[in-house]
């Protein structure tokens, strides 16, 4: 049985609903490095997605068939797509990087896959893809302007640049694992598998409680495990369920002024003119860039 060709409308609601939980994921990870040390954030918050994913799955009774080759891959992709890019961005966050800097990255993640895909798949690439990626990065450097300092410093951005490599590489990953298994089961693998080297990580360098606020460490996590992790992902379903995976990606490009507005309400972050011009001509870009269906699409933050 063919499936009914996806709609290029998105549903309002959920649509909106998803753009808000992608960007709450930029103010909740500051906030939680900033109560707590940032593997440990990332452990407790992947132990509780885990969990939850799971419950829910068997809650719905969804299946569980999952061949030892499609775990495995299931598993190695998420380890680079939580543990890794995850890491990666919450240590970037630890060193100073702001939550508008760090959804920008994120936000040119789709153009950038489909860009490796280009070159490492040989798929096809639009000239538009590449323009709006070449104008979003010129908008982030714009937005970070020449002294790196309101930024975290150089190493901070270098990380949250890997960090949106490893996003894009992890996108890809999706495509190797070939089998379609159970989203729940799946997320749910992908976040246990990344807990464990969280936590151990956290135990060696971080202590056994690097926790310096603990109700804003609660809290935080709560938000990170329930809204971003789960809440998140079921709305990015229903999306490319509803309008497929290239009208969803159309959404990235409203996250990273919402995210400014939630961190300058939330986070006391502010923007300079020269920043906030940036900030536009990157939106641009990925909005550009993002309009062509083939634009694949990551999971929330």
């Avoid at 990087?97 to 040119?108: N, P, R, V």
């Avoid at 040989?122 to 979003?136: A, D, Y």
């Avoid at 982030?140 to 990380?159: E, N, S, T």
Wanted: hydrophobic share 55%; net charge neutral; with cysteine.
């Amino acid at each position: 049985m063919t499936r009914p060709p996806h709609s290029s409308h998105l549903p309002l609601v959920p649509a909106a609903a998803f753009v808000l939980v992608w960007s709450s994921g930029y103010i909740s990870g500051p906030a939680a490095v900033h109560a707590a040390a940032p593997f440990s954030v990332l452990g407790w918050r992947f132990v509780l997605a885990a969990i939850i994913g799971a419950a829910l799955a068997l809650a719905m009774r969804r299946p569980t068939r999952m061949d030892r080759g499609t775990l495995g891959r299931v598993a190695v992709v998420g380890l680079v797509m939580n543990a890794l890019q995850f890491g990666l961005m919450y240590v970037a966050f630890d060193l100073g990087l702001g939550a508008t800097l760090a959804s920008l990255f994120h936000a040119l993640s789709p153009v950038l896959t489909a860009i490796l895909a280009a070159g490492l798949l040989g798929e096809r690439v639009s000239l538009l893809q590449v323009v709006g990626f070449v104008v979003g990065v010129v908008g982030v450097l714009l937005v970070l302007g020449a002294d790196l300092g309101h930024a975290g410093g150089p190493v901070a951005v270098l990380i949250g640049c890997l960090s949106m490599l490893t996003l894009s590489l992890g996108t890809l990953g999706q495509r190797w694992i070939g089998a379609q298994p159970d989203l729940l089961w799946s997320a749910a693998v992908q976040f246990a598998v990344s807990a464990p080297p969280m936590l151990v990580l956290g135990w060696t360098t971080e202590g056994a409680w690097p926790v310096t606020d603990t109700s804003q460490a609660v809290v935080s996590v709560l938000l990170l495990a329930i809204v971003n992790s789960i809440i998140g992902l079921v709305l990015l379903s229903l999306l490319v369920l509803r309008g497929g995976s290239g009208a969803a990606a159309s959404l990235f490009f409203l996250s990273p002024p919402v995210t400014a507005v939630m961190a300058w309400v939330v986070l006391d972050e502010t923007l300079t003119w020269t920043q906030l011009v940036g900030l536009v001509v990157a939106v641009v870009g990925v909005g550009a860039a993002t309009r062509t269906r083939s634009t694949p699409v990551a999971p929330p933050p």
